[in-house]
């Protein structure tokens, strides 16, 4: 959500979808900003790294919020996936997680 804010437009909107799709749970997360270009793309999960500066100049950060994103979905058994193919469309990324089985938990809880 940070770099939603930060790259966004003012009044820029950043749309915020969760749904439960079969056995996973999906989360989207758009924004209207630049996007992210071609050439970045595959690396944007990269720690320090840090893409072309957008129109409005330079950003501060320090490269590794989407890093620490990653590393945390993935501990959760989930993927994070870039959805925007071009740039100038904003920025969709989509995490999804596998739903836990409830009675599966309890009983190893227990």
Do not use: C
């Not at 100038?88 to 089985?101: D, E, I, S, V, Y």
């Amino acid at each position: 959500l940070s770099n939603a804010i930060k790259f966004s437009p003012d009044n820029g909107a950043i749309f915020i979808h969760l749904q439960k799709i079969e056995n996973e749970l999906v989360l989207d997360i758009r924004d209207e900003g630049p996007g992210v270009e071609r050439e970045d793309q595959a690396r944007i999960f990269d720690a320090f790294y840090q893409g072309r500066p957008p129109e409005k100049g330079l950003i501060q950060g320090s490269g590794l919020g989407l890093s620490i994103v990653k590393e945390f979905v993935e501990v959760h058994n989930g993927e994070i996936t870039l959805l925007t193919e071009s740039s100038g469309k904003g920025a969709h990324l989509r995490m999804t997680f596998p739903m836990a089985n409830a009675e599966k938990e309890l009983a190893w809880a227990v």
